[in-house]
């Protein structure tokens, strides 16, 4: 993941001043603000600004490659001293929308649950979704927890912001024996949704791409992914990873798989060697040998990408 940039690096005073008065705000608008600042800076560069100054609420996305900013907390405290006007609660209505924070949504489809008597499934699924659900909180610091269908699928919603090479090799590890397809679908969503709610009973553009992601899969009899941004060169890009990346995961033995979840769980090496029954050197042949460092790396670069999407168009 990438460091908080701070308010400072961002100039967000001169930002503010320079673009005021500006309808809507372009990248190359952005870009050309920087570069005054700093004299030299790239597009990669450019893309992580804009991804903190809407990460940080400071601007919101309006179209493709057009931006607009928010109100200042001093705008907002000066309209608070008497009834807004129409114009002015339109336009604040405006941006409690648009400033929501993007999500992403995993959906995961359990393979060859048929090959097992539904009641039995049903217990083990169970039991490892509670597990898991454990660890996500603890490790990622979040309430968010997956929700089971009434078949053999899960899904879970989180900010855009935390690791999702964690969150789906802790899944992945947790749910062993079992093999997934899954297909992480992202954007914006109009409205707030609680911890408690079940996203099963959901619907629009963030949980339909996922869903028709996972059918595509159908047939498919290992590890399977898909990623949908709702940006076709983003998309395009990260389906480049994807086959390297599904082939290094189909090759993890279950030695490997506990190994990884003690690793992305937090325990010490020393507790998991104890708990595993194996030595340091064992525990660590087990993670260099499943390639974890390689598959992270992927995780990283795709999500990325997904922080990029819309200037990739």
């Avoid at 900010?159 to 899954?182: G, K, T």
């Amino acid at each position: 993941m990438s460091k908080v940039i701070s308010e400072d690096k961002l100039h967000i005073k001169e930002l503010r001043a320079r673009f005021a008065n500006k309808h809507v705000i372009t990248v190359n608008d952005f870009k050309t603000f920087y570069q005054e600042v700093f004299g030299k800076i790239n597009d990669n560069t450019v893309s992580w600004y804009i991804y903190e100054l809407k990460r940080q609420g400071h601007i919101h996305h309006v179209s493709r490659g057009l931006y607009k900013l928010n109100q200042s907390s001093e705008e907002r405290d000066s309209f608070s001293t008497g009834p807004a006007t129409e114009p002015e609660m339109s336009k604040s209505l405006e941006i409690s929308i648009s400033s929501n924070p993007a999500y992403m949504l995993i959906t995961m489809d359990v393979m060859h649950s048929s090959d097992l008597d539904y009641r039995q499934f049903n217990q083990m699924i169970e039991d490892k979704l509670k597990d898991l659900n454990v660890a996500l909180k603890e490790v990622l610091k979040t309430d968010r927890a997956y929700h089971l269908s009434r078949g053999d699928e899960l899904q879970l919603l989180v900010p855009e912001r935390l690791p999702l090479d964690q969150i789906l090799l802790l899944s992945l590890s947790y749910l062993r024996p079992f093999e997934v397809r899954y297909a992480v679908s992202v954007g914006d969503l109009e409205e707030d949704i609680e911890v408690k709610d079940n996203t099963w009973n959901m619907n629009g553009p963030l949980f339909w791409n996922a869903r028709d992601a996972i059918d595509d899969m159908d047939g498919q009899i290992r590890y399977e992914s898909a990623f949908v941004t709702q940006f076709d060169q983003a998309d395009r890009t990260i389906k480049h990873f994807l086959p390297l990346l599904n082939t290094m995961i189909g090759k993890i033995t279950e030695k490997q798989w506990e190994a990884i979840r003690y690793d992305l769980s937090g325990i010490t090496y020393e507790s998991a060697i104890e708990q595993i029954g194996i030595s340091k050197t064992s525990y660590y042949d087990r993670l260099a040998s499943a390639n974890l460092e390689a598959i992270r790396l992927a995780f990283n670069g795709i999500q990325q990408i997904i922080q990029s999407r819309r200037d990739l168009g």
